[in-house]
């Protein structure tokens, strides 16, 4: 199957946002159980409002009656829980610890290094588990590469692929990765010049780093469904 992404890893100042109460089991996320939330001023979560979840919903809704093409959009609050690699740093700086303490003057570090190495491993496997930190340890290229694995899973569990026309489109946000994926099927691809797509994702990104998150999505929805709908207008 031939399709186009067009990927944007943002930064993450760029996107100040995070999912509440989706999980990995939610998905497919459609835009009706959306739970993202935005940072408010005492640093907490707020929940982007029903208002909002229902105007994204309503544009959607919209665009699926102006054209026969499919458009799904996914957004996860994680590519991935990314254990392994916070758990081996944990691992190695918990081996190093006795060594540490041994070198600065602490003479029964190394009489004791079994405890202290179990001890530094359950401290510094829980700190690592802590999002923020995890993310941090994580290097960009691989939650590039797990954030679009899991838009290419859910471009084909949404069964996008499967539409007659080859013209399913997917507007997938991975939160966490700050990572911005559209991924169009060969039928729409063929007839939408390449840096459209890139224009819709870059349009998303200055309406979210304006923390005008609603309507990055709406625009973004609504942008995909005019393609769609020029291209495979809705049957009468």
């Known amino acids: 199957m031939a399709v186009l992404q067009v990927a944007i890893l943002i930064t993450a100042a760029d996107i100040p946002v995070a999912v509440g109460s989706l999980a990995a089991a939610d998905f497919p996320a459609v835009v009706d159980r959306l739970a993202a939330a935005v940072p408010r001023e005492d640093g907490k979560m707020t929940r982007l409002s029903d208002t909002d979840k229902q105007r994204i919903a309503a544009t959607i ?38 060594a540490v303490l041994g070198l600065l003057g602490h003479a029964g570090a190394i009489e004791q290094s079994y405890l ?25 290229q691989v939650k590039h590469q797990r954030a679009h694995r899991v838009a290419m899973e859910q471009f084909f569990a949404q069964n996008l ?17 700050h990572y911005v994926e559209i991924i169009a099927d060969k039928g729409i691809n063929d007839l939408v ?11 998303f990104i200055v309406e979210v780093k304006a923390k005008r998150i609603a309507d990055g999505f709406v625009h973004a929805v609504t942008d995909c469904g005019k393609h769609l709908q020029a291209h495979f207008p809705a049957e009468r």
Request: hydrophobic share 50%; proline share 7%.
């Open 161 to 177: 692929h499967h539409t007659e026309a080859r013209n399913g489109v997917l507007l997938f946000v991975s939160v966490a990765e």
């Open 61 to 98: 809704a919209d665009v699926e009656r102006h054209t026969s093409g499919e458009l799904v959009t996914v957004i996860a609050p994680a590519a991935d829980d990314y254990v392994y690699i916070p758990t081996l740093v944990a691992a190695l700086l918990a081996l190093s610890t006795p």
């Open 116 to 140: 202290i190495q179990l001890i530094s491993f359950v401290c510094f496997a829980i700190l690592f588990r802590w999002s923020p930190l995890t993310m941090r340890l994580i290097p960009k």
């Open 193 to 203: 010049p390449d840096d459209a797509w890139q224009a819709i994702v870059e349009q």
